[in-house]
């Protein structure tokens, strides 16, 4: 059984920085995507950024680019995400997700409460 759990969210004053973590289990990641997405109140579930797993090339929404940082470590099959210069906008539930062999996220997280202060 295929489990993604994250840890690492909280509250936090604007400007300040918070690090995700999304440890996986029941399954090797290494060869294949993972991300992390995010959901607002009263919002749809919008990407946040995602890590490849063929070349470990990184994408990110537009919103964080420059602030986020997202990173793998294979050998502990767990995905990070560094959040710099957070907005009171970034406040969201974050999921940590998966893909298979198709690059469809499959597998989810139940997320963690990320809120920003202003």
């Known amino acids: 059984q295929v489990q993604l759990v994250e840890s690492g969210g909280g509250l936090v004053q604007a400007g300040g920085s918070l690090r995700l973590s999304c440890a996986a289990s029941g399954r090797t990641f290494s060869s294949y995507a993972m991300g992390w997405f995010r959901q607002a109140p009263g919002k749809e579930r919008e990407f946040v950024a995602d890590?490849?797993?063929?070349?470990?090339?990184?994408y990110y929404a537009d919103s964080v680019k420059g602030r986020f940082t997202i990173s793998r470590d294979n050998a502990k099959n767990t995905v990070y995400l560094q959040m710099n210069s957070l907005k009171p906008e970034d406040t969201a539930v974050y999921s940590c997700?998966?893909?298979?062999?198709?690059?469809?996220?499959?597998?989810w997280g139940q997320g963690t409460q990320v809120t920003v202060s202003s």
């Open positions: 890590i490849r797993g063929s070349d470990g090339s990184a």
């Open positions: 997700a998966a893909t298979g062999a198709k690059y469809e996220y499959n597998y």
